[in-house]
């Protein structure tokens, strides 16, 4: 699993750079247009159905706590404090949606 989630932040910083979002030497500037385009191609694999319990963590939501993860490498617990969202939820999605990203983007952007 933290292969996949090595793998996946490679992939990432790949598309950062594919697509010149690499603004400052050590800070990501992922605009709202390359945002929605990740999103769009992983919407459907990452987000899940409300219950009758709760609502469920929009794939939006799920995209922006992973990418912040890969970018600052804040801890689970930091996020929780800036996300509200806890810690448990973010440790258990923020593999998987970096596994998503990696599976989806892999054939474009690796050789």
């Known amino acids: ?8 932040a490679f992939t990432v910083l790949l598309l950062v750079r594919r697509k010149k979002l690499l603004q400052r030497k050590k800070q990501w500037n992922l605009n ?9 191609l992983i919407e459907t694999k990452i987000k899940r159905q409300d ?6 963590i929009s794939a939006k939501n799920r995209l ?3 990418l912040r ?3 600052t490498g804040e801890t ?3 996020l929780m ?3 509200r969202v806890h810690e448990s939820t973010i440790s258990r999605f923020i593999p998987e949606v970096c596994n998503v990203i990696y599976q989806t983007l892999k054939s474009k952007y690796l050789q």
């Open 81 to 83: 404090y800036s996300t």
């Open 76 to 78: 689970y617990r930091s």
């Open 51 to 56: 219950t009758s319990f709760r609502e469920a």
């Open 69 to 71: 993860f890969l970018a």
């Open 1 to 8: 699993m933290v292969c996949g989630v090595v793998l996946a």
């Open 32 to 40: 709202n247009e390359h945002f929605q385009y990740i999103l769009g």
């Open 64 to 66: 922006q706590i992973t």
